[in-house]
């Protein structure tokens, strides 16, 4: 199942190969929301892997994106004791735009704003 979040990226860090067949990337967004008067900040790291890990190289610290992930979640026993871990999945992150102010155009000019046509016959040669 896919999700997808909004959000401001504050951190991001460098690509960890972690075995020789499995390299992963991490960052970081910062999601705001407000309720009523209340506003709730959520810090939120997401992961990418493999050929993904690139996909943030261009996106700047402070800048709004948008992340497509996935959950995943997996269980870890050692010496008898049972772990689960879980990862937000990364697979598409994308740059988003601030909105847009509305454009203003003007009206167009009303007849007493235009000019009378003068003599065609002025020319200077």
Excluded: H
Aim: hydrophobic share 35%.
């Amino acid at each position: 199942m896919n999700y997808e979040i909004t959000g401001t990226l504050i951190e991001k860090y460098d690509a960890v190969q972690v075995t020789d067949r499995f390299r992963k990337r991490e960052f970081v967004i910062e999601k705001r929301e407000s309720v009523g008067a209340n506003e709730f900040i959520e810090t939120i790291k997401f992961q990418l892997t493999q050929d993904k890990c690139d996909a943030i190289e261009a996106i700047a610290i402070g800048q709004p994106i948008k992340v497509v992930f996935n959950i995943r979640g997996r269980k870890w026993e050692k010496n008898g004791q049972i772990s689960y871990f879980n990862n937000l999945e990364a697979w598409r992150v994308e740059p988003t735009q601030p909105q847009a102010p509305p454009v203003i155009t003007a009206p167009p000019p009303s007849m007493d704003e235009i000019p009378p046509e003068g003599p065609t016959d002025d020319l200077p040669f």
